[in-house]
């Protein structure tokens, strides 16, 4: 008989029983309680939620450049610098149309959407159109087929007109580029079969290719400021 046996034996004989305690082993892979993943669940969910909403806010008011707001006569978009850019004209019919300068205390800075030509106002007959104090660019093609605009009146404060802005705008007769302009695009004036005279600015650096191919100027001085000077230039008769 064993030692253990014997020690079984005697214990039962002295009426003493004996319990061996055996303590659990905790298993490495056992779940937490089942609070405490409602707790987890509950803050990674409202963590989540934090997130979404501020790159919602964030989007919408720094970044969401695609949404289109209205006003009585015109369709704009919230640029990223906190100007405006004025998208499509839909008011009526008048003989000057003069654009606005703020909207809801934001300064227009640009006139026609990037990438996309013309503000919708070719079907229009005005004689003229003033441009707002602030405005920095004449986008491509905004004023493409305008063709019964015989003066435009540009802000000082005009940095580039883009390519083919003027294009094709056949009765303009006077404009007066202002002297902080700095670029002249691609066929900016082509087809502007009445403009007769232009005097360019002092300070202007760019002009495109075919800038004024098929206008009425027969005379023009390049500034000596111009470092790019594209092709088509030459077809005028005089160049200074």
Aim: negative net charge; aromatic residues 8%.
């Amino acid at each position: 008989m064993s030692t253990e046996q014997n020690a079984e034996k005697n214990d039962s004989v002295s009426g003493n029983t004996t319990v061996q305690y055996k303590p659990e082993i905790e298993k490495s892979g056992s779940k937490p309680p089942e609070n405490s993943r409602r707790v987890g669940k509950k803050r990674w969910g409202i963590a989540i939620a934090v997130v979404v909403l501020l790159t919602a806010v964030f989007s919408s008011n720094y970044l969401n450049t695609d949404r289109t707001y209205k006003t009585e006569n015109w369709t704009y978009k919230k640029m990223e610098n906190g100007g405006i850019c004025l998208v499509e004209y839909t008011g009526g019919e008048a003989e000057v149309l003069e654009m606005p300068a703020e909207i809801k205390g934001q300064p227009v800075l640009r006139l026609g959407e990037e990438g996309k030509d013309g503000c919708g106002l070719n079907p229009y007959h005005f004689k003229e159109i003033v441009l707002p104090d602030h405005l920095e660019v004449i986008g491509e093609g905004a004023f493409s087929n305008v063709k019964w605009v015989e003066t435009f009146v540009l802000p000082k404060s005009l940095v580039s007109i883009e390519r083919m802005a003027f294009y094709n705008c056949m009765k303009l007769k006077q404009l007066e580029l202002p002297e902080g302009l700095k670029t002249i695009g691609e066929s900016a004036f082509i087809g502007c079969i009445s403009l007769k005279q232009l005097e360019l600015p002092e300070g202007l650096e760019v002009i495109g290719g075919d800038a004024f191919w098929q206008t009425g100027i027969k005379e023009i001085t390049i500034p000596a400021t111009v470092n790019e000077l594209g092709g088509g230039i030459l077809e005028i008769e005089q160049v200074k």
